[in-house]
């Protein structure tokens, strides 16, 4: 193993003070020029750290103790907080945050986008950044003949045992007590990752944000869930906004939540909600935002930065169950909405119905290569809206977008790095970003969605 010149060594106990975040809201602080990266450290606290992980250019530490406190540090309400993966920056201010979230969006535009000078505004944050989760995947277990239900710990599939998240809704963390209760009266046996063996694997609770309609998915590795007819009587007694009980079948080795057979065993199969005067008919599949009060911020910005008139026609790649398609559609003259997802499409379609709009329309297929088809059939979008997952776009999508040469490009993004490379493709391809608008999706969390607006130079 080639030597390395680190400042520090493994094990070693050090004074360091903080002078910058990550983007994932570890501390770092530089001894020398050198970096090395501490979790719940803050800018400005200095404090004594265990060197646990030594490379060439940059060393991880462990938090021991904080001689100097900043500000910014707050108590996290949640008591698991230093245990559980599933926040990352409740020890900090919420102001801070939102400036971190901002600076990382900055960060990127200047280190991989090359674009230093593109505004990126104050992120747009909740007034009551708790409790805004309209979705929660508990994992299930078991521990010394206890049946768990929590979060994993921290690069673990360790299952933390927790009655509450400080991020859920209170109904959602009242019916999962309840059911880890109910799975342990019954005797259904969770499921053991590493035998695989066992029958539940995650409960999945889908709530409306504007009609507190209740979606139930019960995971299972098993074809059969034994005990049915009285789980459904004690899970649709939990809470009278219950509307559907879903039994999922995911077979697989594999950390994907969800399997592809999904049948509803009592009430519906969708549930309902809103965004602004839209209706929304959410499967247990389907792709909705977690977080609904801030969407609603979010799709304001896209609509803003579309700037439609009412005659333009507007193509919404990665369109999902057609939210923002809609949303576009009663400004525009006409929306195409593209998704890989057949069911997803079939969703949209309905939604579509749903809401009386029939100015758009919604195609299965992936978008890099279904619009040069539209393109050969004379397709010239006004604007293209694009939503892509957290890889970003697929280079033959940015092709095709600079091909199809609209006016206005409005990019929602989940990954702030991936948003830069893009842009950076796109400006050489002759359209230029004008400014970037971050929105808090996902507060206590390292994650930030961000919207650009691009223009045809």
């Not at 959410?282 to 803003?304: G, M, R």
């Not at 890889?391 to 929602?412: F, H, N, S, T, W």
């Amino acid at each position: 193993m080639a030597k390395t010149n680190a400042p520090v060594k493994k094990n070693e106990y050090i004074e360091l003070t903080f002078s910058d975040l990550t983007h994932e809201g570890d501390g770092v602080g530089k001894i020398g020029g050198y970096p090395v990266f501490v979790p719940y450290g803050l800018p400005g606290e200095k404090a004594k750290v265990k060197i646990i992980k030594v490379k060439k250019n940059l060393a991880f530490g462990r938090l021991i103790e904080l001689i100097e406190e900043s500000e910014d540090r707050i108590e996290p309400p949640c008591e698991v907080f230093y245990q559980c993966g599933g926040c990352q920056i409740q020890h900090m201010t919420y102001e801070r945050q939102l400036t971190m979230k901002q600076k990382q969006v900055q960060d990127v535009m200047r280190k991989i986008a090359q674009m230093p000078d593109v505004p990126v505004h104050p992120t747009i944050g909740m007034e009551e950044p708790w409790s805004y989760r309209n979705k929660v995947q508990i994992p299930v277990g078991k521990r010394d003949g206890r049946v768990l239900t929590g979060f994993y710990q921290k690069r673990s599939h360790n299952i933390i045992d927790m009655d509450t998240c400080p991020v859920q809704s209170e109904s959602n963390d009242h019916i999962v007590r309840e059911m880890r209760g109910i799975i342990e009266e019954l005797g259904i046996e969770p499921y053991d990752e590493d035998q695989h063996r066992g029958v539940i694997r995650h409960l999945v609770l889908r709530t409306g944000y504007h009609t507190n309609e209740i979606m139930v998915v019960i995971v299972t590795n098993t074809k059969d869930l034994p005990h049915k007819k009285k789980l459904i009587e004690k899970i649709t007694v939990l809470d009278s906004n219950i509307k559907g009980i879903i039994h999922n079948i995911n077979p697989k080795r594999t950390n994907v939540i969800m399997g592809r057979e999904s049948n509803t065993i009592w009430g519906e199969d969708v549930i309902i909600d809103q965004i602004h005067d839209l209706e929304f008919a959410i499967s247990a599949h389907s792709f909705y935002q977690v977080n609904p009060e801030q969407t609603e911020k979010l799709y304001d910005q896209a609509l803003k930065y579309a700037n439609l008139s009412g005659n333009e026609t507007v193509i919404d790649a990665y369109c999902g169950i057609g939210s923002i398609s809609l949303f576009l559609a009663q400004h525009a003259k006409k929306v195409y909405g593209v998704e890989v997802v057949p069911q997803a499409v079939d969703d949209a379609k309905d939604n579509a119905k749903r809401n009386l709009i029939e100015n758009a329309e919604f195609y299965v297929g992936e978008a890099e290569k279904v619009m040069p088809w539209w393109k050969a059939q004379g397709l010239n979008p006004d604007v293209i809206v694009v939503d892509p997952p957290r890889k970003g776009c697929d280079e033959e999508l940015l092709q095709a977008m600079i091909d199809m040469q609209p006016d206005r490009i409005v990019y929602v993004s989940c990954n702030p790095s991936t948003l830069a490379r893009d842009l950076k493709i796109l400006a050489e391809g002759g359209f230029e970003t004008q400014e970037i608008q971050p929105v808090d999706m996902f507060p206590q969390s390292n994650h930030i969605e961000s919207v650009a607006k691009i223009v045809r130079v």
